[in-house]
């Protein structure tokens, strides 16, 4: 049974002293209180007194009695000494003379603290265990690591590190066996055969069933479309979805499963054991299933979205602008006459007709207004065809790109939807009999009530036409540009799907929402009744109100203007001092030269939970030699962009190309990420360099746009950031230590604020940030009352201040110059109606049950708000207005929220420069490509920013031991994203060399500057 997942070093620190005390530990576990002085004083002798505090304090620092009583850092001996009065703490040598003192002391101290002897606690242990590895599939170090923890908050004393590794990967083995056998035997055997059957290629075919599956859709046409459609329905023709296997497993451990299927190689699926092989084919299968409903449907709106709807909008804009002057200059000739018209029968309304025409003649002449009038009339619809454009008119030509996969789309993924879209849905399912037919169709082979507004017009014709024949094309892009419309909005909606899915059936609800209800909002401070909250709310923003228009008299940087819009004057760069100047240049002179392949390796070494957080795809041990080598040269030529074929050196192991793809597809991807960056996040927050810039409680999320120069779904266009190509976006965050949280991977450039609460509540490590900072796009009424419902406060960045409309709560209060900026009312009664829902939608947002971007796309609804949503949005307008009123009030305030994001925007500039291989274009056609390869990026950038702050703070050390004066104001403003002495060209060693200490050595900072490899 493997129980080697411990390293040497790691099972010697386990129940044992590793290393010295801090201060704050020696005063929180070796302060002998009144109870424990108690205990104490009744020992004869300073020996034994020395020697029972030693056992008392020691088991409630390391969980158990040591073996050697006295193996402890001589400070804690001192410490104790000191606290009983002992001037001599070597007596306690004597404490061991008399073997059996020590065991009899134990046992009191079991007794007086109410500890368990490990035997006693073995079965609750092992269910806890077997609990977490069944719902989780953690790692048996992860595992191992939380027992250890729950050892110690049940009192019960730490057992043999032997003891304790066996029972964790022996109960974890057999939660693993048993979800593969209960997986496999949810199967028939014929179903069993079906599975096995997809690792087979066959005959004429150049890949299995499995591997062809795997491959999604990644150009935008009718074609593509229909293949797509084939791909769900051949997954779904397997009838394994029916089989409930998410009602049966954890839907964690299917993915798991999934995921290590979608990547494993036939060869290896193969060669597992039958339960293992079943089981994991079956949950890919399911996965599968999903996932290929999600491509068509991304395919679906891609192409209506770009290449049909948006196409032809394009095209009638176009033409739109070509025909403007024209259309201008007869506007203006008839408005003239109009004019005139008005102003000549002002005061008379009985005018002669000659004489209005004389006056106009003056003005337009009528050779004129008929040239202007027909202008006019050619150019733009009768009054009634209300919003009329001519794009629907051209993309009922694009008929045939739509037909194939329409006839099949309603029979392939079945849809749902709520009552608004339930008659577009019905007319969906009824497009593929209509578009077979070859009879011309009328109105009663049609849901005529589906067509509204400027459709009426194209389906029905200018005027009805007595067979009551209508156009087929037209009425089927009517019926798809409102599918369309709905399925945008989640009114319609797939449940095979995970993207396109109804969120509301996922919220926490009737038993489950009742079991979690009080413990989310405990945690989130948030009450049953809001009366007493909201009211507090209305305080609280009256006062605001009050105080900040009190002080506009006196507050030379603000102004309300006589239209009631704020204005701030731009912040002023805060000059910066010589000292800054000079202590800018030496610490980066003073920094190192260095490759990035080298620097992630001396980070590995720093940190060993780094390499380690890369676990197997297939759960099991690596059995790789120089496996940190191999990852940190995937992670390398991943960042850098530049593939493998640079990095490869043949005739090293840890560095052929097979070794490095074989570690990239087990071992690299979003879990280990996330892992690894958390060891990283920990580790820089420790250095006080970090400190010095920051607490680690603020956070900033903003976007990266890449061009994808290959076809993908998950690329759009927008010229403004991707010229003619497309391209994605990457959102990050940052906190102000300069760490990178978290990210996420969306589809061309969508507005932020759809996405930043899953940003904000998806981190990799760290101490969770208090206050969030966004662009100025970022940000919605919605996500103020998202935010600050779950517990933190937000902070978008406020370019269009004088844009920004005002909410109040009291109708009737005087806020002197700020009442006419104050000019929104906010319904306080709506957000009590809708209080219990709003708990419930927070609640499921909180405990991950629904994606907050799901959440939003629902309660939006395109600008068109749930009442549900209109609610949320009500509460957020209060601590949008707060916000409001601060940085129009508070310098320091705008300059914090101008600070981070300065530091953001110098992460993307070392990103920029370390992403510099092809461009830096994205090469990926799927959305996990983009997820592991911006993952690798996001990884390799906190590993320079630990790196670059271990070194700053070095460099800072350095000077002051020398006598130079720094500054901590100056300290607080230098930049961990440093990076001219960072080589990310080259030949890309992988060897770092021998370092005397744990750093290497600065350089001179006075020495000639040499290649800076800039």
Known sequence: MPVDFLTDVEAARFGRFDG????????????????????????????????????????????????????????????????????????????????????????????????????????????????????????PKAIFTDATVWLREHEVLLPGVSTLTRLVARVRDAATARLWDTLSCLTTEEQRRMLGSLLVVPAGARVSDLERWRQGPSRASGPSMIKALDRVAQIRGLGFSGLGVEGVVPRRRLVELARYGMAGKAT???????????????????????????????????????????????????????????????????????????????????????????????????????AALATVTEMLPPPDAVDFSDWRKDLTGRIVTVSGFLKILPDVITFGANPEAVAVLDALGDLPALLSSRKKPTVNDIHAGVVTGPWKRLVFGESPIPDGSIDRSAYVFCVLEQFHHHLRR????????????????????????????????????????????????????????????????????????????????????????????????????????????????????????????????????????????????????????????????????SLERDRISHVDQNYLRAQTYAAANATLIGAQARIPFATALGGGLVAAVDGMRFVVPVPSLFARPNRKYFGPKRGMTWLNMINNQAAGLGSKVVAGTPKDSLHAIDVFFGQDGGPTPEVFVTDTGSYSDLTFGLVHLLGKQYRPALADLPDQKLWRISTDADYGPLNTAARGKIDLAKVRRHWPGILRVVGSIYTGTVRAYDMVKMLQRDGSPTPLGDAIAAYGRIFKSLHVLTYLDDEVYRRDIKGIRNLQEGRHALAEKIFHGKKGQLYQRYQTGMEDQLGALGLVLNCVVLWNTSYLNAALDQLLAQGYPVLDDDAARLSPFIRRHLDVHGKYSFVIPELLGALRELRDPDASEKDDNE
Request: with cysteine.
């Open 268 to 370: 290896a699926l193969e060669r597992h054991p039958e339960p293992r092989k079943i089981a994991t084919l079956l949950a890919t299968v399911v996965h599968l299933e999903a996932t290929a409903t999600d491509d068509a449907l991304d395919l679906l709106d891609l192409l209506l979205s770009t290449e049909l709807v948006g196409k032809a909008k394009r095209e009638a804009d176009k033409a739109t602008v070509r025909r403007h002057p024209q259309l201008a200059k007869a506007s203006a000739q008839l408005a003239a006459a109009m004019g005139v018209l008005f102003e000549a029968t002002a005061g008379n309304e009985h005018m002669d007709l000659r004489d209005i025409w004389a006056a106009i003649d003056a003005i337009v002449s009528r050779p004129q207004l008929r």
């Open 490 to 653: 989640r009114d319609v909606y797939a449940a095979a799907s995970d993207r396109w899915r109804d969120p509301q059936a996922d919220l926490l609800a009737g038993a489950e929402w009742v079991g979690v209800k009080d413990t989310v909002l405990i945690a989130l401070g948030l009450p049953d009744n809001p009366d007493a909250l909201l009211a507090g709310h209305a305080r609280e923003l009256d006062e605001a109100y009050r105080q900040v228009g009190g002080r506009l008299v006196t507050n030379t940087a603000a102004s309300v203007d006589h239209q009631g819009k704020l204005h701030v004057a731009s912040l002023k760069a805060v000059p910066e001092p010589p000292s800054l100047v000079d202590l800018r240049r030496r610490t980066a002179a003073m920094m190192p030269l260095v490759e990035l392949p080298e620097l992630i390796l001396e980070v590995m070494g720093w940190e060993p939970g780094f390499e380690e957080a890369f676990t197997a795809l297939s759960g099991g041990t690596s059995r790789l030699k120089d496996l940190r080598v191999t990852i940190a040269a995937a992670l390398t030529a991943h960042s850098l962009n530049i593939g493998f074929t640079p990095i490869t050196k043949k005739g090293i192991e």
């Open 20 to 139: 010295v005390p801090s201060r704050a530990d020696l005063e929180r576990m070796f302060f002998l209180d009144d109870v424990d002085q108690a205990l104490v004083g009744v020992r004869r002798g300073d020996h034994n007194r020395l020697g029972f505090s030693l056992l008392l304090t020691t088991v409630r620092y390391v969980g158990t009695f040591l073996a050697d009583p006295l193996d402890v850092p001589t400070m804690v001996v001192d410490y104790l000494a000191d606290q009983l009065g002992i001037s001599d703490p070597s007596c306690v040598k004597q404490y061991l003379e008399r073997r059996s003192t020590r065991f009899e002391h134990a046992e009191e101290i079991k007794t007086a603290n109410g500890l368990r002897n490990f035997g006693s606690a073995e079965a609750e242990l092992e269910a806890w265990v077997d609990a977490r590895a069944w719902t989780t599939g953690d790692g």
